[in-house]
């Protein structure tokens, strides 16, 4: 049973989530009348939840060494030596096949996309995650990456102020990331993570503002751009802004006062601040688009 736990540690469930931007396309579509169209963005985002899983094992397996050195993440299965290196391997390769075959069932876009996905990934974990500001963007692209396997991986024309939007949001939390690392590392940040070094506060402090900044701009403009109103037949969205500003905001403040963003999929989960703006955003946007 034990085992089980570690293996399933290995794979990352709780970062599942992030594959949630699969299904952006078909919410902000208004496709739910298509069951056939839900399914196969569920099955393309069941494929991204494997070749994701692969892909952690593989930038675990790469830093081993370093995680051994992390407070934290020294206790993760492989770097503990709960789970061995043959084992996980082993896993890696189930998780990519299995997960390609799935993509491949959705369509021949989705595989190519899980493709560039995973190769993209592997050059991060052995090379572009000790390039300065590439470091960053890879963390953005995968999640572009998971957007357009749920919109243009189904046939599902993707709005590009969202596509603009969703690129912001990541990139900010990628940011900020660093950022957190900085603070908690403190003087053992190069042992972790030899890119923090290129790294300063006031850099990431200024890139950080111009993200959000972007993010609020680029949603703004696509809830009020006359594709948004002829799909969802409404004005009302921009009723929604006040949210993700919230959101923003907040996020900062726990940055900077309370240590939050290491962990993006954990602390957005922690906070009920940001919880209550996220059930927020997601009442009022049913409301507008479904209740009017």
């Known amino acids: ?73 020294r206790a993760r299965p492989l770097a503990s030596g709960q789970v061995t290196l043959p084992v996980a391997i082993a896993l890696a390769l189930v998780l990519g096949v299995v997960g390609f075959a799935l993509g491949l069932w959705v369509s021949q876009k989705v595989a190519v996309i899980l493709f560039i996905y995973a190769l993209m990934n592997v050059a991060y974990s052995f090379s572009w995650k000790n390039v300065v500001i590439v470091d960053v ?9 998971r957007i357009l396997a749920g ?18 949001i990541t990139l900010f939390l990628g940011f900020t990331k660093r950022r957190a690392e ?3 590392l403190a003087d053992h940040r190069n042992e972790h993570r030899k890119v923090l070094e290129s790294y300063g506060p006031i850099f990431l402090d200024e890139v950080i503002a111009i993200c959000a900044t972007g993010a609020i701009i680029t949603y703004s403009l696509y809830t009020l751009s006359s594709e948004t109103i002829a799909i969802h037949h409404t004005e009302n969205l921009v009723s929604t802004v006040p949210f993700v500003i919230y959101g923003l905001f907040r996020y900062l403040f726990l940055l900077h006062h309370r240590h939050f963003g290491e962990d993006p999929t954990k602390d957005l989960m922690k906070d009920s601040h940001i919880i209550v703006s996220v059930l927020g955003w997601i009442l009022v946007s049913f409301c507008i688009l479904y209740g009017a």
């Open 1 to 73: 049973m034990n085992r089980l736990r570690d293996l399933l540690r290995l794979m990352r469930p709780v970062q599942w989530i992030k594959n949630s931007f699969v299904f952006t396309g078909f919410i902000f579509g208004e496709h739910f009348h298509d069951f056939d169209l839900f399914l196969r963005v569920v099955m393309a985002a069941i494929a991204f939840c494997l070749v994701s899983s692969c892909i952690y094992i593989i930038n675990d397996i790469a830093d081993c060494e370093n995680d051994r050195k992390h407070p934290k993440k």
């Open 182 to 184: 900085i603070i908690s």
């Open 137 to 145: 963007f890879c963390i953005s692209a995968g999640f572009m990456l």
């Open 151 to 168: 919109t243009v991986g189904v046939d599902i024309p993707p709005s590009k102020w969202l596509l603009l939007c969703g690129m912001m």
